[in-house]
């Protein structure tokens, strides 16, 4: 399967300070990535979809002036998480699909945690 | 209704029993269903993906599809202890690029 590299596994942060998650696609390219997020004992919930070259589209009830999503290339996504609050603790995962690919298959990274003192 | 329904365990068998996981979808235009399993801590893993109606198996896990009455599941023989994990069925739902998870079954397998 193809392969997505997540950066970092975990980081603890405080209050208020920003905090920037990698996501690259290691062998293929990707014009998509989606950033998800999972509470404790919940399921993945997309936060927003990365595209490269334009502008993310965010779901319903995720401020994207908090959550930043810049996807410069083909094979790189990051997320900031700006003047993070421990509500915004979570498990923070980004997956992608191989564009050369014609199935709706998701290589997921290995997910940050985040959690925010 | 959710889009995605998982019953949320946990589902406790003995080992080497058959471990049956079911999940139904609520939009009929879905194409795709996947089955990942997620280990506590991690991230989830692609285990198995079904389009058509019917049964495809990949050495132990079965997955079964009937969209008639939209429903997915998977059986996965020999259960062995590994296999504990929750497992989450995902769809990909018309309009929508990504794919929508249900909550997850946690699966025990006992020794």
């Known amino acids: 399967g193809a392969v997505v590299s997540q950066h970092p596994s975990w980081v603890i942060c405080k209050s208020g300070t920003s905090v920037k998650i990698e996501c690259r696609s290691l062998?293929?390219?990707?014009?998509?990535m989606f950033w998800y997020r999972q509470f404790p004992k919940q399921s993945l919930m997309l936060m927003a979809t990365?595209?490269?070259?334009?502008?993310?589209?965010?779901e319903q009830g995720v401020e994207k002036d908090k959550f930043l999503i810049n996807h410069a290339s083909l094979t790189l996504s990051t997320l900031t998480v700006t003047s993070a609050h421990p509500e915004d603790s979570s498990f923070y995962i980004c997956?992608?699909?191989?564009?050369?690919?014609?199935?709706?298959?998701?290589?997921f990274g290995s997910g940050t945690q985040l959690s925010v003192l | 209704q959710k889009e995605v329904e998982q019953n949320s365990g946990p589902l406790s068998v003995p080992e080497g029993a058959i471990a049956s996981l079911n999940c139904t979808y609520s939009?009929?235009?879905?194409?795709?269903f996947f089955w990942y399993r997620q280990y506590s801590g991690k991230s989830p893993e692609l285990i198995m993906f079904?389009?058509?109606?019917g049964d495809k198996e990949d050495g132990r896990f079965t997955a079964q599809l009937n969209k008639a009455s939209q429903y997915v599941s998977l059986l996965i023989r020999d259960s062995q202890p590994s296999d504990s994990a929750t497992y989450l069925c995902?769809?990909?739902?018309?309009?929508?690029?990504?794919?929508?998870f249900g909550s997850g079954t946690r699966l025990q397998v006992q020794p």
């Open positions: 990365s595209n490269e070259g334009s502008k993310a589209t965010y």
């Open positions: 079904i389009y058509s109606n």
């Open positions: 995902a769809v990909n739902t018309a309009g929508r690029r990504a794919l929508t």
């Open positions: 062998d293929f390219q990707a014009t998509t």
């Open positions: 997956s992608a699909r191989d564009r050369y690919r014609g199935d709706e298959k998701l290589f």
């Open positions: 939009d009929r235009g879905s194409q795709s």
